[in-house]
Each structure stands twice: as structure tokens, then as C-alpha cells.
């Protein structure tokens, strides 16, 4: 059964850091895309950023261009979001998900975790 485990949300003043990861079990997923979400409250869920199953295409929201870097080790079947010069409204549940076969769509996710920016 796959797995998405996330990890390392917590509370940050503005301008902080931190780096989120997700680690799955249950299969491979070096040949598939992975990739980061986030739902702040009372909004819909919307995409953070996005990495190839090489690592070697990473697309990023507009609003987190330039301040967060997603990475991935295959070896550890793991995404990784570093999370720089955060501000309030990147205040939200941050979701992994990965894609279940090529071209297709996400079909797992984690539980998610809580990143909280102070102002």
C-alpha cells in the first residue's frame, strides 16, 4: 500500500525558513512526477511546485518563484520543498502528491502539514 508521509511544518517568523519532506513507501516513484500543494483557510487547494521524476524539470508557482526550490532523491524514493524568506500568506496545510502513472494524474497524497509564518 503507498505511503506519503510528510514532514517538517511547524511556525516561523517572516522571513524564515524551513524545508518540508515527503517520503513514500509502497512503490517507486523515480519515473513519475511529485509534487508539492498547499490549502490555506477557507481557500482551495492550489499548486506550489512540481519536479520531474529525473529532477531535471522543476515548475513553480508564480506567488513562490525565486523562494522556494523543490529537489527530489530517487535513492530515498523522497521530495523536498526548501521553503526561503517566507511571508504570511504562504501560511497554509502543505501537501506532497505524486503521480500514479505517466500522464496521468496525482493519485496519492500525504496527510499533510502545517506551516505557519508569523508577521
Known amino acids: 500500500q503507498v505511503q506519503l508521509v510528510e514532514s517538517g511544518g511547524g511556525l516561523v517568523q517572516a522571513g524564515g525558513s524551513l524545508r518540508l519532506s515527503c517520503a513514500a513507501s509502497g512503490r517507486t516513484f523515480s519515473s513519475y512526477l511529485m509534487a508539492w500543494f498547499r490549502q490555506a483557510p477557507g481557500k482551495e487547494r492550489e499548486f506550489v511546485a512540481v519536479i520531474s521524476g529525473s529532477g531535471n524539470n522543476r515548475n513553480y508557482a508564480e506567488s513562490v518563484k525565486g523562494r522556494f526550490t523543490i529537489s527530489r532523491d530517487n535513492a530515498k524514493n523522497t521530495v523536498y520543498l526548501q521553503m526561503n524568506s517566507l511571508k504570511p500568506e504562504d501560511t497554509a496545510v502543505y501537501y506532497c502528491?505524486?503521480?500514479?502513472?505517466?500522464?496521468?494524474?496525482?493519485?496519492?497524497w500525504g496527510q499533510g502539514t502545517q506551516v505557519t509564518v508569523s508577521s
Open positions: 502528491a505524486v503521480q500514479g502513472s505517466l500522464g496521468g494524474q496525482y493519485d496519492y
